[in-house]
C-alpha cells in the first residue's frame, strides 16, 4: 500500500491562496464559442474543433463539473448547457469562493468586460489588489497634454498610490532580447512625440517601453514580467528570461516577479537563484497543462529556493480558470511532495513549510497584503 501523508495532504486542502497574479472573471453573458475560445490561450483566431479537447478542457470537465452538480467527465455539450442556465455573475459566485483564495492581486491592464478590482472581492467575499500594467499607464500618458515623460509619472505614482506592484507585457512588444538600459530624456521626449503623432496605440516604442520600466525600478514596488507561454501575438523565442540577464542587474532592490515561465521555468529558476530580488511563479502553465502539471510543478521546484516561488492561477473571463488555477495547483504539489515525503528526501514537517510560503506567505512579504 502506498504511504499516506495526512498532514500535508489537509494543510494543502486548508490553506487559503494569495494568488499573486490574476485577471477579471467574466460576469455579462457570452455565446459557447467566446467559452471554448477562452481554453485555448495561444490561438488567436477564433478556435477550430473541439476546445475541450486539450488539457485545459479535460481539467474542466474533471474538475468544474462536481462544482456546477454534475458528474465528473460529463460531456460537453451537458456541461455548456449548464453553465449556460446559471449566467456569468453566478458562475462566478460559485467558483471564486471555491478556490479558497483570500486576496487576489489583480492586473487591470486589459481592456475588456471583466470584474474590476472591486467586482473581484465582491463576487468572491476576498481581498482584491490593483497591479499596474505599465504600457496601459503609456497610453494613458500618451492622451494626457503636455510633456509625456512628466505624465506618466504622475500616472504611474497616482495609480501605484493604492495598488500593490507593477506588471510589464515587454514580452509581447518585441521581447526581452536587445537593449533595456534607461532612455535619455530627449529620447524619450522625440520617442513619445512620434507614437503620438501615430495615434497612440499599442505600444511597440522601444525606447518608451524602456522607459517605462525604469519609472517601475524607481517606484519600488514589485515589478512583474509576462515570460514565457502566451498567445502568438508573443514571440517565445524572445521571451526567455535569460535575455534580462542585464536588466536584472540594473534592477537594484526592486524585487522582479516572473510569470507563468513555461517552457522556461528551469531557465526562470535559476535567475531565481542567482537574484535576491527574483522570484517566479507557474500561473496559467499549471492551468493549461492540466493533468501534467504536476510535472512543471516539480520543474519549478528544481532549481529555484521555495522562498522564491510564488501561487498565481493568471485566471481571465471564465471563472472556471480563477478556480482551475487552484484546483489543479493543490493537486499538482500534494502528488509531488507526497512523494518527496514517501520516499524519505523530505519530512512531511518541511513538505507543509514549503507549501504555506508558496501558498501565501511568500507573496504575503513581498506584497505586504
Not at 162 to 173: D, E, H, N, P, Q
Not at 198 to 223: E, M, N, Y
Not at 291 to 311: D, H, N, Q, T, V
Request: proline share 5%; charged share 25%; with cysteine.
Amino acid at each position: 500500500m502506498e504511504p499516506v501523508t495526512p498532514a500535508l495532504a489537509s494543510r494543502i486542502d486548508d490553506v487559503a491562496l494569495i494568488d499573486q497574479h490574476v485577471h477579471g472573471c467574466w460576469l455579462t453573458p457570452g455565446d459557447r464559442r467566446r467559452f471554448e475560445n477562452a481554453l485555448n490561450e495561444a490561438n488567436t483566431d477564433p478556435v477550430v474543433g473541439p476546445a475541450f479537447d486539450s488539457q485545459l478542457g479535460f481539467a474542466v470537465r474533471a474538475h468544474c463539473a462536481p462544482v456546477l452538480g454534475l458528474p465528473k467527465h460529463v460531456d460537453p455539450q451537458a456541461y455548456w448547457e449548464r453553465r449556460r442556465q446559471l449566467g456569468e455573475a453566478e458562475l462566478a459566485r460559485l467558483f471564486l469562493p471555491a478556490a479558497h483564495v483570500s486576496d487576489w492581486l489583480v492586473d487591470t491592464g486589459i481592456d475588456g468586460d471583466t470584474a474590476d478590482v472591486a467586482g473581484m472581492a465582491e463576487v468572491s467575499g476576498a481581498r482584491a489588489h490593483e497591479v499596474v500594467r505599465l504600457e496601459q499607464v503609456a497610453e494613458q500618458a500618451a492622451r494626457a497634454p503636455g510633456d509625456y515623460a512628466a505624465a506618466f509619472e504622475e500616472i504611474l505614482h497616482r495609480r501605484a498610490a493604492a495598488a500593490v506592484g507593477t506588471k510589464s507585457i515587454l514580452a509581447y512588444r518585441g521581447g526581452f532580447d536587445g537593449d533595456l538600459t534607461e532612455p535619455s530624456p530627449a529620447q524619450v521626449a522625440e520617442a513619445a512625440s512620434r507614437w503620438r503623432d501615430s495615434g497612440g496605440t499599442r505600444l511597440r516604442d522601444r525606447v518608451l517601453l524602456r522607459f517605462g520600466l525604469h519609472q517601475a525600478l524607481r517606484l519600488g514596488k514589485p515589478l512583474q514580467f509576462h515570460v514565457g507561454f502566451g498567445d502568438r501575438d508573443c514571440d517565445l523565442a524572445k521571451a526567455n528570461p535569460l535575455y534580462l540577464l542585464d536588466f536584472l542587474r540594473q534592477a537594484a532592490d526592486t524585487p522582479i516577479v516572473l510569470l507563468h515561465c513555461y517552457p522556461y521555468e528551469r531557465e526562470a529558476g535559476y535567475l531565481a537563484q542567482a537574484f535576491n530580488h527574483v522570484y517566479l511563479d507557474g500561473g496559467l502553465s499549471v492551468t493549461h497543462l492540466g493533468a501534467r502539471s504536476p510535472a512543471f510543478i516539480a520543474r519549478l521546484l528544481e532549481m529555484a529556493p521555495f522562498g522564491k516561488i510564488l501561487y498565481s492561477s493568471d485566471g481571465f473571463g471564465p471563472a472556471e480558470l480563477h478556480y482551475l488555477g487552484a484546483t489543479l495547483w493543490r493537486r499538482g504539489i500534494h502528488r509531488v511532495l507526497r512523494g518527496f515525503v514517501d520516499d524519505g528526501d523530505w519530512s512531511e514537517a518541511d513538505a507543509i513549510r514549503v507549501v504555506e510560503l508558496i501558498a501565501r506567505d511568500n507573496s504575503a512579504r513581498l506584497y505586504g497584503v
